[in-house]
């Protein structure tokens, strides 16, 4: 199956500075890598995702980046803002299209 | 449109006890999937399913059973509950390959 592993665990940033957090996979067919977040308490909300036809993605102050070649995505935040603060959770599709496999999850904290 | 229900929001087992977690949704999505969520451990697969009659195995089955007999429902079963099954419960479903998972508000589980 897809093994997904995701870095940093935790991030703490500045408002208003960047963040950034990356994923790898190891399933070449895998081909479609969304992005959730999830706040304290709360169930977790998809905020991007990316094709693997496309190698960036933006929504506004989030954008996703891919590299197929060396089986890389991305998540970058501009201008953090204090309810930026969440776990984020990279996944991806396994290669039967049937299942999604998720990282660890990155504890994103953004200091007014 | 309620999205994805999920029941009961807590719960507490002793060991060896059964149970079922309730996971319904008015969407009419075919693919749906249970995970758990663990400190340290994101989000692991449990069972999925990609319709009705149709059923599969995540990359942690063990001590739980599904079945899909209807596109809404996807009951997950605790056969003999064990102190490593405490964790918090996520169904979750999607229309089609490529598209956003939905999850429920989760079941936080506790085996004492």
């Known amino acids: 199956g897809e093994n997904v592993e995701q870095h940093p665990s935790t991030l703490s940033v500045q408002e208003g500075d960047s963040a950034v957090i990356k994923c790898t996979y190891s399933?070449?067919?895998?081909?479609?890598f969304p992005w959730y977040k999830q706040e304290l308490g709360k169930r977790p909300q998809l905020i991007i995702d990316?094709?693997?036809?496309?190698g960036e993605k933006k929504d506004q102050r989030i954008a996703v980046t891919l590299n197929k070649t060396a089986k890389h995505f991305s998540l970058h935040i501009t201008e953090t803002q204090p309810e930026d603060s969440a776990v984020y959770f990279c996944?991806?599709?396994?290669?039967?299209?049937?299942?999604?496999?998720f990282g660890t999850g990155t504890s994103l904290t953004v200091i007014p | 449109n309620a999205g994805v229900t999920q029941t009961p929001k807590f719960q507490v087992l002793k060991t060896g006890q059964s149970m079922t977690l309730q996971c319904a949704q008015d969407?009419?999505?075919?693919?749906m999937s249970w995970y758990r969520q663990d400190p340290g451990m994101g989000l692991r697969l449990i069972h999925y399913?990609?319709?009705?009659?149709?059923?599969d195995q995540g990359e942690v089955p063990n001590g739980y059973n599904v079945s899909r007999s209807t596109t809404e429902d996807f009951p997950l079963r605790l056969l003999s509950a064990a102190p490593s099954q405490t964790s918090v419960y996520f169904c979750?479903?999607?229309?089609?390959?490529?598209?956003?998972?939905?999850f429920g508000q989760g079941t936080r589980l506790t085996v004492v």
């Open positions: 979750a479903s999607r229309k089609g390959q490529h598209t956003e998972a939905f």
């Open positions: 399933d070449s067919a895998s081909n479609y």
């Open positions: 990316i094709r693997s036809n496309v």
């Open positions: 996944a991806a599709r396994g290669y039967t299209g049937n299942q999604f496999y």
């Open positions: 969407m009419n999505h075919e693919y």
């Open positions: 399913s990609v319709g009705a009659g149709i059923t």
